[in-house]
Structure formats: structure tokens, C-alpha cells
């Protein structure tokens, strides 16, 4: 394979992983997700052609292969963020969602059994007209959201989460307490860290 990624204009080899969208256009899987978080939704128009892509297949067959691939690439966080006690940076590894922390610094971790359930939403908030118009910063949070209701209530079924989703916006939709800050409070789950958020929101990314 010999092409041009006309996102990113670099060459496209059998090395590379790549998207085909609807249209037979190809891409690098990275630009592809990367325009897709910066449009908001896996139904883009396709850079060259301008066609309403419909081809939403996942690209690996294993949980967090997906997971990854929605991940910036960039960034290469293999190791935690943090510090020990002595203020030495934290050699611990670094999990995938976990704001660039390890199990010891953050111990919310998304383990192996939650990485189906936890793409599949991903793939809800990023493909259903209901959120067509939700700004970037809101997808965030609630990816974020559905992450730690997904751990702490051991959810494996996109309609648990959909259901907790849609009880709380018909009751609070109109109401000044519709904000993140009262949705984690009200289900008792841990704000994330705002460097994470206003980085990952700047950026248009997801580490």
C-alpha cells in the first residue's frame, strides 16, 4: 500500500493501521480518530470527498486495542504522572483512562472486563443524534462519567448506563443543577482532575 493520508499529508504504509470510510477513501486510523473527536462524531464528512461516512466497524476485536486507538497517540504516557513520596516521579505504569495516573494514584482504574462496555459507549456518544449537539467539553465529562458508573455499579450492558443518562437529564435538564459537579455529587462518584479535563478539552484529545 502506497498512499497519502490527506489529513495529515504523510505516506501511508502496510505498517500503518488505517480506516477505509464508506466512500473506499483511506486514512491513518489516528487522523481518523483524531477527526473524529474534533467533529464530535464517527458519522464525519470524509476530507477528500465531502461523503457522509457509515462505516463505524471496530477496528480490533480486543477491548482495549479499541480503547487505544481512540487514544492520542502523541502523548506516549507509559508511565505514571505522578510522584512518590519523596517527590520522585511515580515509575508505576500508567493505565489507559486514568488521567495519566497508576493504580496507586488513582485506584479507579478501568480493568480489562469494563473495556467492552466501556468502547461501546463510547461509540453511543459518538454515533447517536441525541448527542449530535453536545459540545466537546460535555462528551469529556461524560465519557468520564460513564467510566466510573461502569466501575462502581460492575455495568456490562449499554442500556444500564443509557438508563442512569436518561433519568438524570429528563429530571434536571431545565434546572439549574445540571452541571458535571451535581451529576458526580448526586451519584457519588470522584470529579476528575480539571489539568485533565481543561488539557484534554484544549486539545480535542483522550489519554
Given amino acids: 500500500m502506497s498512499n497519502i493520508c490527506s489529513i495529515?499529508?504523510?505516506e501511508i504504509t502496510s505498517f500503518n493501521n488505517i480506516k477505509k470510510l464508506s466512500c473506499n477513501h483511506v486514512f491513518h486510523y489516528n487522523c481518523f480518530i483524531k477527526y473524529v473527536l474534533n467533529e464530535k462524531t464517527l458519522f464525519?464528512?470524509?476530507p477528500l470527498?465531502?461523503?457522509k461516512n457509515v462505516n463505524i466497524d471496530r477496528p480490533f476485536i480486543k477491548g482495549k486495542e479499541n480503547i487505544l486507538s481512540i487514544c492520542s497517540s502523541k502523548l506516549k504516557i507509559n508511565t505514571c504522572i505522578g510522584c512518590n513520596k519523596n517527590g520522585n516521579p511515580c515509575m508505576n505504569k500508567a493505565y489507559v483512562f486514568n488521567y495519566g495516573y497508576c493504580h496507586v494514584h488513582n485506584k479507579n482504574i478501568l480493568r480489562g472486563k469494563y473495556h467492552?462496555?466501556?468502547?461501546?459507549?463510547f461509540e453511543h456518544l459518538f454515533t447517536s443524534a441525541a448527542y449530535k449537539k453536545k459540545v466537546w467539553k460535555t462528551k469529556l465529562y461524560m465519557l468520564d462519567m460513564a467510566k466510573q458508573l461502569i466501575i462502581k455499579h460492575d455495568i456490562h450492558k449499554l442500556e444500564e448506563i443509557l438508563n442512569i443518562f436518561n433519568k438524570y437529564f429528563e429530571k434536571f435538564n431545565y434546572k439549574t443543577e445540571n452541571t458535571p459537579d451535581f451529576f458526580y455529587k448526586l451519584h457519588d462518584i470522584e470529579l476528575p482532575p480539571k489539568e485533565w479535563i481543561s488539557y484534554c478539552n484544549k486539545k480535542k484529545i483522550l489519554f
Fill in 116 to 121: 467492552k462496555i466501556f468502547y461501546t459507549y
Fill in 44 to 46: 464525519i464528512n470524509c
Fill in 8 to 10: 495529515c499529508l504523510d
Fill in 49 to 51: 470527498c465531502r461523503e
